[in-house]
């Protein structure tokens, strides 16, 4: 639930619904093989923290994350943005030189690009996809709350990137199971150190989070974030 970014990591209502293609190609144009190499060259020189990439992607204008090619769409406006604030683009630069043909999206450009500052960018080198690194941490203090506890997720907005759900905030649920601790996103993104917390899997009935519209007998679970989570008062 992030004020003032385009996107929540919960998802939204209104957007139709969810097509499946079991024939999909992994790329329908060639343009997104291409953005799919890009981005991977331009994580090596940029964003590094847990969350910072995915905090780039909800800052996006909403023409870029909405209406510009899905997800390759995305990550090609999101690697503008991250040279662009790690120094490697001026703002708006490739405006300037490409323009922009409808909306406001990088997905929009059809001419070669002239990079003005391409003495500043690596060598272009062959990068493999980097295998996940692991953002788990060992803590000395044993978890907050216990499995079978009652928890309440905070009705907060929060400026800026989280790993809590709008849909569960302000909701009851029960912890389940523990989980390993891991770094707090919501610190990483923006370079305020890891902070690393104990993790919980909750568990919500369907009717708390969306009332009599529920299915019947509908759980869902969702790991939380130890500092994301209050106790219950028992009356």
């Known amino acids: 639930m992030n ?3 385009v996107h929540d990591i919960g998802g939204d209502l209104g957007y139709g619904p969810i097509l499946h293609d079991p024939e999909e190609p992994v790329f329908h144009y060639e343009w997104e093989r291409r953005v799919f190499g890009v981005l991977f060259q331009v994580l090596r020189i940029t964003a590094q923290r847990p969350g910072e990439m ?22 090609e406006a999101v690697s503008e943005l991250l040279l662009e604030e790690y120094g490697y683009l001026e703002k708006g630069e ?16 059809a001419r070669p690009i002239e990079k003005k500052n391409l003495n500043l960018l690596p060598d272009d080198v ?3 996809i980097p295998g996940a690194r692991t953002v788990r941490r060992e803590l000395p203090n044993l978890p907050r709350f216990e499995v079978g506890e009652l928890v309440l997720a905070p009705e907060t907005h929060q400026k800026g990137h989280t790993r809590l759900p709008a849909y ?19 610190s990483s993104a923006h370079g305020l150190g890891e902070r690393p917390q ?11 989070l969306w009332g009599s519209q529920s299915e ?9 974030y130890e500092n994301y989570l209050s106790r219950v008062k028992k009356n």
């Not at 490739?94 to 929009?108: C, N, R, Y």
């Open 198 to 208: 104990h993790v919980y899997c909750v568990g919500f009935d369907g009717e708390v």
């Open 216 to 224: 019947k007998s509908i759980k869902i679970h969702v790991d939380l």
């Open 54 to 75: 995915r905090y780039a992607i909800e800052r996006l204008a909403e023409d870029d994350y909405f209406k510009h090619g899905g997800y390759f769409g995305r990550w």
């Open 94 to 109: 490739l405006d300037q030189v490409l323009g922009a043909l409808e909306g406001t999206g990088p997905a929009s450009r």
């Open 126 to 128: 062959g990068v493999k």
């Open 3 to 5: 004020e003032g970014l």
């Open 168 to 186: 569960v905030a302000g909701k009851q649920g029960r912890i389940v199971a523990i989980h390993p601790a891991e770094v707090l996103p919501d």
